[in-house]
């Protein structure tokens, strides 16, 4: 498959969600981890008799984050530069997610902390080889001006996996009969793995990347033309000034990804601490409290397409707006009521509506960077993204240990964020994409 487009111009759903099936493979892992890991290290002997314990969790929650910032805009880099007859993104999921994989099913059978921090480093290490490609393989197939429509299909397969990761737990006991907590989380995780190794197959027979092998001369051509760009650089390391953006696109460029870095502080610090959240304050089943993120992923799902919509009518910059301001909203709601029943709008209503956020803001950010760096743009989404998710565990669970593990104040930090997220997307001007009515009446003219 060389294209997710028809041939009347519009949108491929279904093979744009072949694609996302990549997406579900880092989706399926994630709620996994962050549902599951957080409690296992709270249950272990020797990280729960630490004085500041939650400082500690918050610390080992960050490293596919820290791994995130080093690795992914790396990889990306290298993935847009790979050439192979299966591809220049599909080579990084076939080493990759057989590898995590394997380290994912190990741990929660790991008691001793040593082993079990290696097994997670080398996770964490793996995943973030292999996640910028698989994000970068959507643009690749789709062209710019259907981006919108192409995220929220592929937000849609990713809430799909999502859903069976939250769902899991609640299987795993029905099937069984079996609700014992350690049984359930070992076989979680092994779902979680055949899941991810089944994406991959989708994605290596029903996607099919195009062979992009250069040739030998090819290959000579674009080796002497890296010399030539690396002596004119004399050294210097890539930098802003390097990407030939103009001052406007630059100032956008770095204000929505200080957005990205106050919004992933929220999102990320309510992901890793839910569970925990919900089992300790309102006494949820962890089998229970991974569920109810069921209803928001449904919602997000929900969500996707009416997001792509809105981004391509009213533009992306005021549906992200839009999207802050009612999870804002509904946030400080809650908060202000502590009222249970409030946690369920907020959660399906939530979950609508920060698909305004999470549909628009790649394809955004990917639109200043240009069609010719992809993964480069891709890999600086994600430096942002990830940047934060290293802060904001972190701080949170400072914040419990200070108040001594009074959860609620994870209530406190995202609104915040969200409000400072809001101000810097005010700053943003630039990465709307071209409407349909300019592209055709260019092709008019050129036809002429």
């Not at 984050?65 to 299966?86: A, C, W």
């Not at 999470?358 to 990830?386: D, M």
Request: proline fraction near 3%; charged fraction near 15%.
């Amino acid at each position: 498959m060389t294209s997710a487009v028809k041939s009347n111009n519009k949108l491929h759903y279904g093979k744009t969600a072949l694609i996302g099936f990549g997406f579900m493979a880092v989706q399926i892992a994630w709620i996994i981890y962050n549902a599951y890991v957080p409690l296992i290290l709270r249950d272990n002997s020797v990280i729960s008799n630490l004085a500041w314990s939650g400082t500690a969790v918050g610390i080992i929650m960050v490293i596919d984050n820290v791994f995130g910032v080093i690795f992914q805009p790396l990889f990306g880099k290298f993935s847009d530069r790979t050439r192979t007859r299966f591809g220049k993104r599909t080579p990084y999921m076939m080493v990759g997610i057989p590898l995590c994989a394997l380290f994912f099913i190990l741990i929660p059978r790991l008691q001793t902390v040593g082993v079990l921090m290696l097994d997670v480093i080398m996770f964490n290490f793996i995943m973030s080889t292999w996640r910028s490609p698989v994000v970068a393989l959507m643009p690749d197939l789709v062209p710019s001006e259907l981006r919108g429509e192409g995220n929220a299909v592929i937000n849609i397969m990713g809430g799909v996996g999502v859903v069976l990761g939250t769902v899991s737990g609640k299987l795993i006991e029905m099937i069984s009969g079996n609700s014992d907590e350690q049984f359930v989380r070992n076989n979680v995780f092994i779902f979680g793995a055949v899941v991810m190794v089944l994406c991959l197959l989708v994605i290596l027979f029903l996607v099919r990347e195009p062979d992009n092998r250069i040739s030998k001369l090819e290959s000579l051509q674009a080796k002497a033309e890296y010399e030539n760009a690396k002596q004119k650089k004399e050294g210097k390391k890539a930098s802003l000034k390097e990407l030939k953006l103009t001052s406007g696109e630059k100032k956008s460029l770095i204000f929505m990804l200080i957005a990205l870095f106050f919004n992933s502080n929220a999102t990320d610090s309510i992901n890793t601490y839910f569970t925990t959240f919900a089992t300790s304050e309102l006494g949820f089943k962890e089998s229970d409290a991974s569920l109810i993120i069921t209803l928001f992923a449904a919602a997000t799902v929900i969500g996707a397409i009416p997001a792509g919509k809105c981004g391509q009518k009213w533009g992306r910059k005021k549906t992200i707006i839009l999207g802050w301001a009612v999870i804002l909203s509904l946030f400080l709601a809650f908060f202000a009521t502590k009222w249970v029943p409030m946690l369920y709008v907020a959660i399906i209503v939530g979950g609508f509506f920060i698909s305004f956020v999470t549909i628009n803001t790649l394809p955004l950010v990917l639109e200043i960077g240009g069609v010719e760096r992809v993964g480069t743009f891709t890999g600086y989404y994600y430096t942002a993204t990830f940047s934060a998710s290293i802060v904001g565990p972190v701080v949170v669970g400072a914040m419990f240990d200070l108040t001594n593990n009074n959860y609620w104040s994870l209530f406190v930090f995202c609104p915040i964020c969200f409000v400072l997220a809001l101000l810097c997307m005010l700053q943003v001007k630039h990465g709307e994409a071209i409407p349909q009515e300019i592209i055709d009446k260019v092709r008019e003219e050129n036809e002429d």
